[in-house]
C-alpha cells in the first residue's frame, strides 16, 4: 500500500547538509494501522509528511497503490492529497469557520459535490464522530477532544483511502486520548482505512496499533508486530520506550531483586495462554515455590498478555523450567 | 451659544467636514483595493513563506519602505504631476485622494502582512494537505483566519488618513483640519479650533469603535 523505496530527506541549514531521514525502505501494509515511535527530532514527523508530500524527498522513491507519488505534478499531486487525509497535534481547524463549514472544507476544494451532497456529507460525519448537535458552533467553544473528532470527521471528508495521524493525542488528556484512540481503531475496522501515525508514547501503539517502527536518529532501528516489539524488544531505544510506558527502573529493580534467594525468570503470555492456570499446575507437580516479583497483565489492541517476572525456590527447578519451556511462554532466565 | 461660538460658521463647518468624509472614503477604498493584495504578495513572497522571491521581496519591501519614511507633507507635494494626470486636478478632493492612497497604501500592506503571518502554519498545512491551490489557500484560509487582524489594519490606517486629510489643505483639498489651520490658527479664532478638533475627535472615536466591534465579532473567540 505505501512503499518507500531508499528514501532519504536533507535539510540545508546555513550551508550545511542535515540529514533528517536516512535512506529508509519500508512497506506499510493496506488496512492496518502503523505506528512510528520516536522521540522529537528522530525523523518520524519528516517521514509522515513524505507521504503526503508535504516535505518533498530528497531521493528515492514513494509508491501509494502503484503510483509514484514521487513522480506526481502539482496537479496531480493535489488530486493525490485529496485521497489522503491528515489530523495533527494542534488540531489545525479554522477559527474562522463553523464546526460545519470546517468538515466541508475539503469537500468544497475539492469542488466535485453539489452543496446539497456536502451538506448531506458533513450531517453523516459529524454524526460518526458524535458531535452532530455542534454543527454551528466554532472551534473555540470545542474542547480538545472534540476538536479532534472535528478533525477526523474532516479528514474522512472526502473518502480517503490512508489517514496520517501527527501525534494526534500528544495534545490531549489521558481520557480523552483513550476516547480519541478508540475511534481510529473503529474506523480502521468499519472502514478498513490504512492509518499511519507517529506518537513518542508506547502506550498509544500498544492501544491501536498493529505494526510499529521505532526510530531514533533519522533510522528505523526495530519494526515488527506490535506484539513482538513490544514484549521482546531487542534495541536499546525500544527497551527505552517500553520501560517508561510500564514505568519500570531496570536499575532500582535489580537491587531490589538482589537479596531474593533462587531463580529468577521472566515469563511472557500471550493470547489464550494468559488465562491457563499454568503456574499453580507445574508448582504442584514438581514442588518449586514461586514468588511474584513483578507482573502485568493487559492488552496489546485486542491480544491480551501477561509478564510475569518470578522467584522459583525448592523443589526440582530445573523439571520446572522444562515444563514451563514446553508450555506456550516465552521464558527468560533472568539469574 | 452664540456668543461662545461668534465666528463659527456652521454652513462651512458642514461642507469641510463633507470634504474630510470624502477625502477618507474615497482614499481608503483604494488603499484597501491596492494595498490588500500588495499585502497578500508581501506575505506570499517573505521568508520562508509559500512563494519565497528573495529579489521580489527585497524590491516590494524596499519600495514600502521608502515611500513609509517620506513625511506626507513632502509626498503630497511630489505628486503633483502624477495627481495631475490621473484625476486632471491637483486641487480639491480630488487632488488629494492619489496623494492620501499613496502615503497610506505601503502603510496598510505592512499591516496586512503582519496579519497574515499571525495565521498558524499548521492552519496552512491543513489545507495544503487537503489538496488544495495556492489560490484556494489564500481565499480560503489565509485571508478568512487573519480577518480581525485585516480589519484591525483598515482601522489604523482610516484613523491615520484622518490626520493625513488634515494636512491635504496645502493642495486647496478643504476638510476640517484645514479650516482648523485658515481660520482656528492663522486667524486666531480659536471656537472654529476647538470645533473641528472636537469633531475629528468624533470622528476617530467613531472610527475606533466601529473597528473593534468588527474585530471581536470576526474574532469567534
Known amino acids: 500500500m505505501i512503499e518507500f523505496q531508499q528514501v532519504y530527506k536533507t535539510y540545508r541549514v546555513a550551508g550545511r547538509d542535515i540529514p533528517a531521514l536516512q535512506p529508509t525502505t519500508l512497506d506499510i501494509q493496506g488496512g492496518q494501522v502503523f505506528g512510528l515511535i520516536g522521540h522529537s527530532g528522530a525523523g518520524k514527523s519528516t517521514l509522515l509528511r513524505l507521504i503526503n508530500r508535504l516535505e518533498?524527498?530528497?531521493?528515492?522513491?514513494?509508491?501509494?497503490?502503484?503510483?509514484?507519488?514521487?513522480?506526481?505534478?502539482?496537479?496531480?499531486?493535489?488530486?493525490?492529497?485529496?485521497?489522503?487525509?491528515?489530523?495533527?497535534?494542534?488540531?489545525?481547524?479554522?477559527?474562522?469557520?463553523?464546526?460545519?463549514?470546517?468538515?466541508?472544507?475539503?469537500?468544497?476544494?475539492?469542488?466535485?459535490?453539489?452543496?446539497?451532497?456536502?451538506?448531506?456529507?458533513?450531517?453523516?460525519?459529524?454524526?460518526?464522530?458524535g458531535l452532530g448537535d455542534h454543527a454551528k458552533k466554532y472551534p473555540a467553544q470545542l474542547s480538545g477532544g472534540q476538536k479532534q473528532r472535528v478533525g477526523i470527521a474532516r479528514a474522512l471528508a472526502t473518502r480517503p483511502k490512508i489517514l496520517l495521524c501527527d501525534e494526534a493525542t500528544s495534545a490531549l488528556d489521558p481520557q480523552t486520548t483513550g476516547q480519541v484512540l478508540q475511534l481510529l481503531a473503529e474506523i480502521n475496522r468499519e472502514l478498513g482505512l490504512t492509518i499511519v501515525l507517529i506518537t513518542h508514547e508506547m502506550d498509544v501503539i500498544r492501544r491501536v496499533c498493529d505494526r510499529v517502527a521505532v526510530m531514533d536518529g533519522g533510522v528505523i532501528v526495530e519494526?515488527?508486530?506490535?506484539?513482538?516489539?513490544?514484549?521482546?524488544?531487542?534495541?536499546?531505544?525500544?527497551?527505552?520506550?517500553?520501560?517508561?510506558?510500564?514505568?519500570?527502573?531496570?536499575?532500582?529493580?535489580?537491587?531490589?531483586?538482589?537479596?531474593?534467594?533462587?531463580?529468577?525468570?521472566?515469563?511472557?503470555?500471550?493470547?489464550?495462554?494468559?488465562?491457563?492456570?499454568?503456574?499453580?499446575?507445574?508448582?504442584?507437580?514438581?514442588?518449586?515455590?514461586?514468588?511474584?516479583?513483578?507482573?502485568?497483565?493487559?492488552?496489546?489492541?485486542?491480544?491480551?498478555?501477561?509478564?510475569?517476572?518470578?522467584?522459583?525456590?525448592?523443589?526440582?527447578?530445573?523439571?520446572?523450567?522444562?515444563?514451563?519451556?514446553?508450555?506456550?511462554?516465552?521464558?527468560?532466565?533472568?539469574? | 451659544m452664540e456668543a461662545l461660538f461668534t465666528h463659527v460658521d456652521w454652513y462651512e463647518i458642514w461642507l469641510a467636514t463633507l470634504d474630510t468624509l470624502l477625502m477618507l472614503g474615497g482614499s481608503l477604498l483604494f488603499t484597501v483595493i491596492l494595498g490588500l493584495p500588495l499585502g497578500v504578495l508581501l506575505f506570499l513572497t517573505?521568508?520562508?513563506?509559500?512563494?519565497?522571491?528573495?529579489?521580489?521581496?527585497?524590491?516590494?519591501?524596499?519600495?514600502?519602505?521608502?515611500?513609509?519614511?517620506?513625511?506626507?507633507?513632502?509626498?503630497?507635494?511630489?505628486?503633483?504631476?502624477?495627481?495631475?494626470?490621473?484625476?486632471?486636478?491637483?486641487?480639491?478632493?480630488?487632488?488629494?485622494?492619489?496623494?492620501?492612497?499613496?502615503?497610506?497604501?505601503?502603510?496598510?500592506?505592512?499591516?496586512?502582512?503582519?496579519?497574515?503571518?499571525?495565521?498558524?502554519?499548521?492552519?496552512?498545512?491543513?489545507?495544503?494537505?487537503?489538496?488544495?491551490?495556492?489560490?484556494?489557500?489564500?481565499?480560503?484560509?489565509?485571508?478568512?483566519?487573519?480577518?480581525?487582524?485585516?480589519?484591525?489594519?483598515?482601522?489604523?490606517?482610516?484613523?491615520?488618513?484622518?490626520?493625513?486629510?488634515?494636512?491635504?489643505?496645502?493642495?486647496?483639498?478643504?476638510?476640517?483640519?484645514?479650516?482648523?489651520?485658515?481660520?482656528?490658527?492663522?486667524?486666531?479664532?480659536t471656537d472654529v479650533m476647538v470645533v473641528t478638533v472636537v469633531l475629528l475627535l468624533v470622528l476617530v472615536q467613531i472610527l475606533q469603535t466601529v473597528g473593534d466591534k468588527l474585530v471581536v465579532h470576526f474574532s469567534r473567540k
Open chain 2, 46 to 189: 517573505g521568508p520562508r513563506q509559500l512563494f519565497e522571491q528573495k529579489a521580489l521581496y527585497g524590491l516590494l519591501s524596499l519600495l514600502v519602505n521608502v515611500l513609509r519614511s517620506l513625511p506626507f507633507i513632502i509626498l503630497l507635494i511630489v505628486m503633483i504631476p502624477f495627481t495631475v494626470l490621473l484625476t486632471g486636478t491637483s486641487l480639491g478632493v480630488a487632488g488629494a485622494i492619489p496623494p492620501l492612497v499613496v502615503g497610506a497604501t505601503p502603510f496598510f500592506a505592512r499591516l496586512v502582512e503582519t496579519a497574515l503571518r499571525e495565521v498558524d502554519r499548521g492552519i496552512i498545512e491543513a489545507t495544503q494537505a487537503m489538496g488544495a491551490t495556492t489560490r484556494q489557500i489564500i481565499w480560503n484560509a489565509l485571508l478568512p483566519e487573519a480577518r480581525p487582524g485585516i480589519f484591525a489594519a483598515v482601522t489604523v490606517t482610516a484613523i491615520t488618513l484622518v490626520s493625513y486629510t488634515a494636512m491635504a489643505g496645502v493642495v486647496g483639498a478643504g476638510g476640517l483640519g484645514d479650516l482648523a489651520i485658515r481660520f482656528g490658527y492663522q486667524r486666531f479664532q
Open chain 1, 223 to 335: 519494526q515488527g508486530p506490535v506484539a513482538d516489539v513490544f514484549l521482546h524488544p531487542q534495541h536499546p531505544t525500544t527497551r527505552r520506550f517500553v520501560l517508561e510506558a510500564e514505568h519500570v527502573d531496570e536499575d532500582e529493580q535489580h537491587d531490589d531483586f538482589a537479596h531474593v534467594p533462587g531463580r529468577i525468570l521472566r515469563l511472557t503470555f500471550r493470547g489464550e495462554a494468559t488465562y491457563a492456570p499454568l503456574l499453580g499446575t507445574i508448582a504442584r507437580d514438581t514442588g518449586v515455590d514461586y514468588s511474584i516479583l513483578a507482573g502485568r497483565i493487559d492488552r496489546i489492541k485486542e491480544t491480551p498478555y501477561g509478564q510475569l517476572t518470578l522467584a522459583l525456590v525448592g523443589g526440582d527447578v530445573e523439571s520446572a523450567l522444562i515444563r514451563l519451556n514446553a508450555a506456550d511462554v516465552h521464558v527468560e532466565v533472568l539469574r
Open chain 1, 56 to 129: 518533498e524527498p530528497s531521493g528515492g522513491r514513494i509508491v501509494i497503490d502503484g503510483t509514484d507519488v514521487t513522480a506526481l505534478d502539482a496537479d496531480g499531486l493535489r488530486r493525490f492529497r485529496q485521497r489522503v487525509g491528515m489530523i495533527f497535534q494542534h488540531f489545525n481547524l479554522l477559527a474562522s469557520k463553523t464546526v460545519a463549514d470546517n468538515v466541508a472544507m475539503p469537500l468544497r476544494l475539492a469542488g466535485e459535490l453539489s452543496a446539497a451532497e456536502i451538506d448531506a456529507r458533513v450531517a453523516e460525519l459529524l454524526a460518526r464522530v
